[in-house]
């Protein structure tokens, strides 16, 4: 199983980075799939959930209206659109698979830095 991340790396304030998470080795379709991020000195934190199906979808309050979470089950990758980006969504930013019903994620990804700064 694999989840591996890319696209991220240093933007300003106001910029603009679009996330991309390969899978591979398990049903990527029978998966939830989340994006979250983890700050230093921060907890962990759920940015945001796309149903297997790809009908629906949720957002952390911090990100609403700015980030897109959608997925492409053919390709089996998930992405996460990031505009409008604050010094405050500064985090490494992992994405994961869940069965539906789960709270826990079964797999990760490694994680890509995203940096905002000017």
């Known amino acids: 199983v694999q989840l591996v991340e890319s696209g991220g790396g240093l933007v300003q304030p106001g910029g603009s980075l679009r996330l991309s998470c390969a899978a591979s080795?398990?049903?990527?379709?029978?998966?939830?799939m989340s994006w979250y991020r983890h700050a230093p000195g921060k907890e962990r934190e759920l940015v945001a959930v796309?149903?297997?199906?790809?009908?629906?979808?949720n957002y952390a309050d911090s990100v609403k209206g700015r980030f897109t979470i959608s997925r492409d089950n053919a390709r089996n990758t998930v992405y996460l659109q990031m505009n409008s980006l604050k010094p405050e969504d500064t985090a490494v930013y992992y994405c994961?698979?869940?069965?539906?019903?789960?709270?826990?994620?079964?797999?990760w990804g490694q994680g890509t830095q995203v940096t905002v700064s000017s």
């Open positions: 796309i149903m297997n199906a790809g009908g629906s979808t």
């Open positions: 994961a698979a869940k069965r539906r019903g789960v709270v826990t994620p079964a797999y």
């Open positions: 080795g398990f049903a990527f379709s029978n998966y939830v």
